[in-house]
C-alpha cells in the first residue's frame, strides 16, 4: 500500500500518517516526488487495509498495490532513477552507458587490453569476471582476488568504472573492495539472503535476470536489494532459458519497456549472453538500444578463439568498435524519438 500526500501536506500532517503506520508495526520508506511525497508501506499490510488513511488531513489517496514489490514500482517512485556511478549516470534522460570487456579476467595484460579497446569504443564500465560461476566444476573458475586487482587497476589507467561479479557472502567485502558496481549473477538472482547482504552495502548493484526468471521474480529481486535502503538497482536483460536451442539464451527485448512500465529503475541489456554468437551481438546491441535500454554490457577479447571463457560469444575489437557506431546511429534516432514523446 501507497499513501499519496497532497502537494500542500505538512510535515505534521506527513508525520501523523507515519507515526500511525508505524504504530500499526509496520515501516515506511518516504519517496519525496516532484510534486507529491508519497509513503510506501512495508510488510504485511494486510492488517491495516481497513485504516482510513483518506480521512487524514493531508492525505491525497491511498493505493492498494497487488504486487509485492513496492519500493520498486512505478507506483511509489513515478520519476525515472538514475545511477550514479562515480559521475557515470545510468537511466532516466541520461545518455546510453556502455560497459565492455571479457568475460573473465586472465591476467593484467589481457584486461588491460581489454580495457583499452572498450574505452576507444566508448565505453564508460569495464567488465570482468573474478569469481566466474561455471557449469563444470572442472572449468576456469577465475582469478578472484588476483584478478580484481588486475580489473581495478586497468579501469584506474583508463579512466573506468568496474563492473564485476560476487557470488557469494563470504566474498562480498573483498569484492566490494574493488568493485563500483557488483554485478548479480543470473544463478543468483533469488539468493535471498546475498540480495540482502549486497543492498545493505550502498553500492550501485547490477541485477541480472534468472535463467528462468519471471518479470515478477526479477523485480521481487530488486525489491529485496531496495529494502535495505538501497535505491541503485541496475536491471541487467541477458536472456532467459526457453526450448530454443539455436542460441544460448532467448533474449527477451519486451522485458526493456515491460520493466520500464513497471518500475523506476534503469535497466540494460546484455546482448552476449542473451544470444551466445558473436555475429548475433551487434544486431541485439541495436535492437536494445531501440528497445528503450540505459545501456549495456557486452563482452569483448583480443583474441576470442583461446578465451578463457565465453570465447563464441565475444567481439574482437574490429568487430565490437563496428557495433559501436552503429549502436550510436541508433542512440541519436532513439534520443529523437524521446523527444517526440515529451
Ligand atoms: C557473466 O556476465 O559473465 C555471467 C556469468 O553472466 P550471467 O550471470 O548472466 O550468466
Ligand atoms: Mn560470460
Not at 65 to 70: A, F, Q, R, V, W
Not at 255 to 261: C, H, R
Not at 307 to 334: F, H, R
Given at each position: 500500500?501507497?499513501?499519496?500526500?497532497?502537494?500542500?501536506?505538512?510535515?505534521?500532517?506527513?508525520?501523523?500518517?507515519?507515526?500511525?503506520?508505524?504504530?500499526?508495526?509496520?515501516d515506511?520508506?518516504?519517496?519525496?516526488?516532484?510534486?507529491?511525497?508519497?509513503?510506501?508501506?512495508?510488510?504485511?499490510?494486510?492488517?491495516?487495509?481497513?485504516?482510513?488513511?483518506?480521512?487524514?488531513?493531508?492525505?491525497?489517496?491511498?493505493?492498494?498495490?497487488?504486487?509485492?514489490?513496492?519500493?520498486?514500482?512505478?507506483?511509489?517512485?513515478?520519476?525515472?532513477?538514475?545511477?550514479?556511478?562515480?559521475?557515470?549516470?545510468?537511466?532516466?534522460?541520461?545518455?546510453?552507458?556502455?560497459?565492455?570487456?571479457?568475460?573473465?579476467?586472465?591476467g593484467?595484460?589481457?584486461?588491460?587490453?581489454?580495457?583499452?579497446i572498450?574505452?576507444a569504443?566508448?565505453?564508460?564500465?569495464?567488465?570482468?569476471?573474478?569469481?566466474?560461476?561455471?557449469?563444470?566444476?572442472y572449468?576456469?573458475?577465475?582469478?578472484e582476488?588476483e584478478?580484481l586487482?588486475?580489473?581495478?587497476?586497468?579501469?584506474?589507467?583508463?579512466?573506468?568504472?568496474?563492473?564485476?561479479?560476487?557470488?557469494?557472502?563470504?566474498?562480498?567485502?573483498?569484492?566490494?573492495?574493488?568493485?563500483d558496481?557488483l554485478q548479480?549473477?543470473?544463478?543468483?538472482?533469488?539468493?535471498?539472503?546475498?540480495?540482502?547482504?549486497?543492498?545493505?552495502?550502498?553500492?550501485p548493484?547490477?541485477?541480472?535476470?534468472?535463467?528462468?526468471?519471471?518479470?515478477?521474480?526479477?523485480?521481487?529481486?530488486a525489491?529485496y536489494?531496495?529494502?535495505?535502503?538501497?535505491?541503485?538497482?541496475?536491471?541487467?536483460?541477458?536472456?532467459?532459458?526457453?526450448?530454443?536451442?539455436?542460441?544460448?539464451?532467448?533474449?527477451?527485448?519486451?522485458?526493456?519497456?515491460?520493466?520500464?512500465?513497471?518500475?523506476?529503475?534503469?535497466?540494460?541489456?546484455?546482448?552476449?549472453?542473451?544470444?551466445?554468437?558473436?555475429?548475433?551481438?551487434?544486431?541485439?546491441?541495436?535492437?536494445?538500444?531501440?528497445?528503450?535500454?540505459d545501456?549495456?554490457?557486452?563482452?569483448?577479447?583480443?583474441?576470442?578463439?583461446?578465451?578463457?571463457?565465453?570465447?563464441?560469444?565475444?567481439?574482437?575489437?574490429?568487430?565490437?568498435?563496428?557495433?559501436?557506431?552503429?549502436?550510436?546511429?541508433?542512440?541519436?534516432?532513439?534520443?529523437?524519438?524521446?523527444a517526440?514523446?515529451?
Amino acid at each position: 500500500m501507497i499513501v499519496i500526500m497532497k502537494s500542500s501536506a505538512t510535515r505534521e500532517q506527513l508525520d501523523r500518517v507515519v507515526n500511525r503506520v508505524k504504530k500499526e508495526g509496520l515501516d515506511v520508506q518516504i519517496n519525496q516526488g516532484k510534486d507529491h511525497v508519497v509513503i510506501g508501506l512495508l510488510g504485511d499490510t494486510h492488517t491495516i487495509q481497513d485504516v482510513a488513511f483518506n480521512s487524514y488531513d493531508g492525505v491525497e489517496d491511498t493505493v492498494k498495490i497487488s504486487n509485492t514489490y513496492k519500493l520498486t514500482s512505478r507506483e511509489f517512485h513515478p520519476q525515472d532513477t538514475v545511477v550514479d556511478v562515480n559521475g557515470v549516470k545510468i537511466g532516466g534522460d541520461e545518455n546510453f552507458v556502455t560497459m565492455a570487456g571479457p568475460c573473465s579476467i586472465e591476467g593484467l595484460d589481457q584486461i588491460r587490453e581489454c580495457a583499452r579497446i572498450a574505452k576507444a569504443g566508448g565505453a564508460q564500465v569495464l567488465r570482468g569476471g573474478a569469481f566466474k560461476p561455471r557449469t563444470s566444476p572442472y572449468a576456469f573458475q577465475g582469478l578472484e582476488e588476483e584478478g580484481l586487482k588486475y580489473i581495478r587497476q586497468a579501469a584506474d589507467e583508463f579512466d573506468m568504472q568496474v563492473i564485476t561479479e560476487v557470488m557469494d557472502e563470504a566474498n562480498l567485502e573483498l569484492v566490494a573492495k574493488y568493485s563500483d558496481i557488483l554485478q548479480i549473477g543470473a544463478r543468483n538472482m533469488q539468493n535471498f539472503k546475498l540480495l540482502q547482504a549486497v543492498g545493505k552495502t550502498g553500492k550501485p548493484i547490477g541485477l541480472k535476470r534468472g535463467i528462468s526468471g519471471t518479470i515478477d521474480e526479477w523485480l521481487n529481486a530488486a525489491e529485496y536489494i531496495a529494502v535495505q535502503n538501497n535505491n541503485k538497482v541496475i536491471f541487467i536483460e541477458r536472456g532467459i532459458r526457453t526450448y530454443e536451442t539455436a542460441t544460448r539464451n532467448t533474449f527477451d527485448l519486451s522485458a526493456v519497456p515491460l520493466i520500464k512500465k513497471l518500475s523506476h529503475f534503469p535497466i540494460i541489456v546484455d546482448p552476449s549472453h542473451g544470444t551466445g554468437i558473436w555475429d548475433l551481438v551487434a544486431p541485439m546491441a541495436r535492437a536494445g538500444v531501440a528497445a528503450g535500454a540505459d545501456g549495456m554490457i557486452v563482452e569483448i577479447h583480443p583474441d576470442p578463439a583461446n578465451a578463457w571463457s565465453d570465447g563464441p560469444q565475444s567481439l574482437t575489437e574490429k568487430t565490437y568498435l563496428n557495433m559501436m557506431q552503429e549502436v550510436n546511429i541508433i542512440e541519436k534516432a532513439m534520443n529523437e524519438i524521446k523527444a517526440l514523446e515529451k
